[in-house]
């Protein structure tokens, strides 16, 4: 079992930078491929980012890569995601995920079903 708690999400302008964190309690992260999805009022969950147990390959969406950055440090048990020139589109509940593997370069899980654990989401909201 794992506890995923969210954190870093708030209000800014477009063009803003925010950082997310995902902090996990009860086993060690090393043990699972996180990502990162998200929902807007109206619409489905959408896949953000993905990264791998190792941290060695990182995955995107269309609509964030190259303004987004997932990374992760094994040792503080954290997730993170670094979201540079925000767009109001952005806007958004953004959970961690978890999902546990035996395989730890592979982290290309795209949707909610494949992962584990959730966290209870942060709000990011970004205004024009």
């Known amino acids: 079992q794992v506890q995923l708690v969210e954190s870093g999400g708030g209000l800014v302008q477009a063009g803003d930078s925010l950082r997310l964190s995902c902090t996990t309690s009860g086993r060690t992260i090393s043990s699972y491929a996180m990502g990162w999805f998200r929902q807007a009022p109206g619409k489905e969950c959408e896949y953000v980012s993905g990264?791998?147990?190792?941290?060695?390959?990182?995955y995107y969406a269309a609509s964030v890569k190259g303004r987004f950055t997932i990374s992760r440090d094994n040792a503080k048990n954290t997730v993170y995601l670094q979201m540079n020139s925000l767009k109001p589109e952005d806007t958004a509940v953004y959970y961690c995920?978890?999902?546990?593997?035996?395989?730890?370069?592979?982290?290309?899980?795209?949707?909610?079903?494949?992962?584990?654990?959730w966290g209870q989401g942060t709000q990011v909201t970004v205004s024009a």
């Open positions: 990264i791998s147990r190792s941290g060695g390959n990182t």
């Open positions: 995920a978890a999902r546990e593997t035996a395989y730890a370069n592979n982290g290309y899980y795209t949707k909610p079903v494949s992962y584990d654990y």
